[in-house]
Nanobody, 124 residues
Framework: QVQLLEFGGGSVQTGGSLTLSCTAS????????MGWIRQIPGKGREGITAIYVDSGTTFYADSVKGRFTISQDRAEKTVHLEMNSLKPEDTAMYYC?????????????????WGQGTQVTVSS
């Protein structure tokens, strides 16, 4: 069983920045994708970014490309999501996710594990 513990989030004004972190409690931190899925109020969920922990390969949804950066600290089994140039439409609950395929995080939104979620609110 893997637990994902999220840190960060909060409120910021348009154009501001926030960083989210997610630490995986697992003895095996390999062969997996870790990323973030967000739930926007009144809308569905969206897979926004993922990183392959073995190679550091990253993917981004168009909605966040160029503004968000995912990175990892393999020794700490932690991924970070640096969010810059935040917009009101980025307001959402952000969930850390871990899965065995990129598709599970970015498309089907069915990762093997979910974090507890952290709220990000961007005011205009």
């Amino acid at each position: 069983q893997v637990q994902l513990l999220e840190f960060g989030g909060g409120s910021v004004q348009t154009g501001g920045s926030l960083t989210l972190s997610c630490t995986a409690s697992t003895n095996s931190y390999s062969g997996a994708w870790m990323g973030w899925i967000r739930q926007i109020p009144g809308k569905g969920r969206e897979g926004i970014t993922a990183i392959y922990v073995d190679s550091g390969t990253t993917f981004y949804a168009d909605s966040v490309k160029g503004r968000f950066t995912i990175s990892q600290d393999r020794a700490e089994k932690t991924v970070h999501l640096e969010m810059n140039s935040l917009k009101p439409e980025d307001t959402a609950m952000y969930y850390c996710a871990a899965g065995h395929s990129l598709r599970s995080i970015m498309q089907t939104l069915t990762p093997d594990y979910w974090g507890q979620g952290t709220q990000v609110t961007v005011s205009s």
